[in-house]
């Protein structure tokens, strides 16, 4: 219970003062979560509207036939290749007729691009928002809690050793603190080392990010 009331009491001075809290991220970290932070919102807001401009998702042929469907070129084309079953042969028949096989090829040709778009441009952005980005921001949570425990077993510590005296039952309370002290310090230092793994290594995409990009822009110019 003592323990609680002092975990309650650290956050509390946190929230209203800055004193005895350890900063969650250091300088490294947060100029690193600053270029996370950038690598994050560029891929959101890419994929989301790229994801918006498709039809529909999936690379299985039930993807690709719902994607087809949709296509306003394949619903042209269906409609023009319907009008030019007239019996008589007359221009407009041939016209129409043709100009349905045109739309049909237009859809098809739009569909494969599409795929092609999601599979070499938004898995790869969307797999930043899913999985890199989400896994970053649980190690933050995780680590900020750690520190908030870290902070309290330090002031404990800190008030013990203060009231400590001769008796050994005190001793061994001031020691037992400082063993959990230990334990934690090393908990908040593995987590910022994991966060520092995770936002580097999403940095280090930050190239591959750059390419993905630039090869939607080829796939529109080959469109």
């Known amino acids: 219970m003592k323990k609680q009331f002092f975990r309650v009491k650290q956050l509390a001075d946190q929230t209203f003062s800055r004193a005895g809290k350890t900063e969650v991220l250091s300088d490294d970290l947060q100029a690193a ?14 994929s989301k509207k790229l994801s918006g401009s498709l039809q529909t998702q999936g690379q299985d042929a039930t993807a690709r036939e719902k994607r087809l469907k949709k296509n306003a070129e394949y619903l042209l084309g269906i ?47 969307q797999q930043v928002c899913d999985v890199d980005v989400p896994n970053i921001m649980k190690y933050k949570r995780n680590l900020a809690k750690l520190i908030l425990d870290m902070d309290s077993a330090r002031t404990r510590y800190q008030t013990a050793v203060k009231h400590n005296s001769s008796s050994s039952s005190q001793g ?17 230092e ?14 280090a995409k930050e190239a591959e990010l750059a390419t993905t990009v630039l090869e939607y822009a080829r796939l529109q110019r080959s469109y």
């Open 79 to 125: 409609a023009m290749l319907e009008s030019g079953t007239c019996e008589e042969d007359c221009l407009l028949r041939h016209v129409i007729s043709e100009c349905g096989k045109l739309e049909m090829c237009l859809a098809n040709a739009c569909v494969d691009h599409e795929a092609r778009v999601e599979a070499s441009v938004l898995a790869t952005l």
């Open 172 to 188: 061994n309370k001031v020691e037992s603190i400082r063993d959990e002290l230990e334990e934690a310090e090393t908990k908040v």
């Open 190 to 203: 593995q987590c910022r080392d994991g966060l520092a793994c995770e936002m580097f290594q999403l940095i």
């Open 33 to 46: 979560d600053r270029r996370v932070e950038f690598i994050r919102l560029a891929c959101q807001n890419t």
